[in-house]
């Protein structure tokens, strides 16, 4: 994409290449100073907190105030005699942009500009209701906000910023426009006798369109129980829904000056459909992200999933250069993104199946479902992880949880598989059999999945034949010797599921020994 500049007053910051022209000449600010200043642009002279600037611009690492200080100072340094004055102190609270602010034109720039999406929230309409409903829209939209905050995949404007458009009969075009957000987040509440109707829209402001919508109906009891609902319903349908948008978008630009982001995105799309040829690809992907920027733990966590997948799906070569490469990034990932979900829930799987670190797998899943309990990744990943432990029934927990959330995602195979193997583990087989079905379904292409599936049968005495064909097509190789070597390694802490597999693709007809 091309790297449109962004003006204010004087000035103006080209944001892939980071540099920043105004009346003193041109600069080139360093990564994390173009970050700060492109979140300030962004809250377009909102105040943001020093913890929330150190939050985002060091992704999540736990640093001290004086590195913001020095960022700051050398922000204000490009900006020689107005840096003051630009960069704003407001004491006891954080920093704004000062002097003139960008145009709603120039906003919309910054909000389509390579980085993670930007997403308001605008207030609740009430329709036909008290003083009362009022307070509830409000309230909620408030919590929405709030949540969302917490969310690392996308940023939300400040409730001041969003709020201003209150009561306008407004497009999602002309929001995006003035608020300079790529998303807008809309919604109307209608209480009728006992019930609570409350709808809500996800729009992109680029062309309008609806990426989400959806219709809650409850029964009004606890008030504030009933927030508490619908805030987790549509903060665990928004995510996933904005993921699949930015693909989209960033699909159909050009991969020339991509963002770290950007590369990310990419990466997630590819390993979708699981082949040796698309892990390669998503990981030189991931390299380039993490050249980019070194602290991008997202590209961390999901680099080391890469190097387990190569593991557990046979793209393995000799050595152990995956099980090495693997929890080396899945431990820089922790360090550079100790408050993000999405990382803890990858990396705590990828230890647990790579490196037994199973104690500190399970602190890391359970601090990524505080974090995020309404994110179907995290459930996914928190589920592999009480897999791997043999927790079958808390994995299952998990597992539908993420389907929950997300039913229509492109990944909905992972958790399907993971019921699967979950059920084969207590001994349900029926239910095992049932879930693989659906989970090859889902998942044509993924050899652990195929290989769960033919244990369900084998142990269930259904014909099994067509299903060890099609996983002999997919592995060639598979047999059950080397599959008691992989189980007795990855698989140490789950003997149950050990037991049941290993028996169940022997009765199936698996080769006992390579051929």
Not at 39 to 60: Q, S
Not at 107 to 125: D, Q
Not at 128 to 143: I, L
Request: glycine share 8%; hydrophobic share 45%; proline share 4%.
């Amino acid at each position: 994409m091309d790297d449109e500049r962004i003006s204010f007053g004087e000035w103006s910051l080209a944001p892939l290449t980071r540099v920043l022209a105004g009346p003193g000449g041109r600069v080139t600010l360093g990564s994390r100073a173009a970050d700060l200043l492109m979140m300030l642009i962004r809250a377009n002279g909102e105040v943001i907190a020093k913890d929330e600037l150190i939050r985002r611009a060091w992704n999540g690492l736990t640093v001290d105030d004086s590195n913001l200080s020095v960022q700051i100072a050398a922000l204000r340094k490009a900006f020689g005699n107005s840096g003051n004055d630009i960069v704003v102190t407001v004491p006891g609270r954080g920093y704004r942009l000062g002097g003139t602010l960008p145009s709603p034109a120039e906003l919309a720039v910054a909000a389509a500009s390579g980085g993670p999406p930007s997403l308001a929230v605008l207030p609740l309409r009430v329709i036909g209701g008290q003083q009362d409903d009022a307070e509830f829209a409000d309230g909620m939209a408030e919590e929405l906000i709030t949540v969302l905050s917490r969310v690392r995949s996308f940023f939300v404007l400040a409730r001041n910023s969003s709020f201003t458009l209150r009561g306008r009969e407004i497009t999602p075009r002309e929001a995006g426009r003035e608020l300079g957000v790529r998303y807008v987040l809309t919604g109307s509440i209608r209480r009728a006798d006992a019930r609570m109707r409350v709808n809500f829209e996800l729009d992109d402001t680029a062309d309008g369109v609806s990426i989400w919508s959806d219709r809650f109906d409850y029964a009004l009891t606890d008030i504030f129980a009933l927030q508490d609902r619908i805030v987790a319903n549509v903060v665990g349908a928004i995510e996933p829904s904005l993921r699949r948008a930015e693909l989209d978008r960033i699909e159909r630009a050009p991969t020339q000056n991509a963002t770290a982001y950007e590369l990310y995105l990419r990466s997630t799309s590819l390993v979708r459909v699981m082949s040796r040829a698309n892990c390669d690809a998503a990981l030189a992907r991931l390299d380039q992200a993490m050249a980019i920027d070194p602290t991008f733990a997202r590209a961390m966590s999901a680099a080391a999933g890469c190097w387990a997948w190569r593991v557990s799906q046979s793209f393995r070569e000799p050595g152990r250069r995956e099980e090495d490469e693997a929890l080396k990034l899945a431990e820089r990932a922790i360090l550079h993104g100790a408050d993000d979900a999405i990382v803890l829930s990858e990396a705590s799987w990828v230890l647990a199946y790579m490196g037994h670190r199973n104690e500190t797998a399970v602190e890391l899943a359970r601090r990524a479902v505080a974090l995020h309990p309404n994110s179907a990744k995290v459930r996914s990943g928190v589920g592999w992880t009480d897999l791997f432990n043999d927790e079958c029934v808390s994995a299952i927990i998990h597992f539908e949880e993420a389907l929950r959330y997300d039913p229509f995602d492109p990944a909905t195979g992972d958790p399907l598989g993971g019921i699967s193997t979950a059920h084969l583990g207590l001994g349900n087989v029926a239910a095992a059999v049932e879930w693989g079905e659906k989970a090859v379904a889902a998942k044509p292409e993924r050899q652990s999945t195929h290989r769960a599936y033919v244990a369900a049968l084998g142990m269930a005495g259904l014909p099994a034949e067509a299903a060890v064909a099609r996983l002999l097509e997919l592995d060639p190789t598979f047999n059950v010797a080397d599959y008691t070597l992989r189980m007795a390694h990855h698989m140490r802490r789950a003997p149950r599921q050990v037991s049941a597999r290993l028996e169940g693709v022997r009765r199936a007809g698996v080769p006992e020994r390579r051929r």
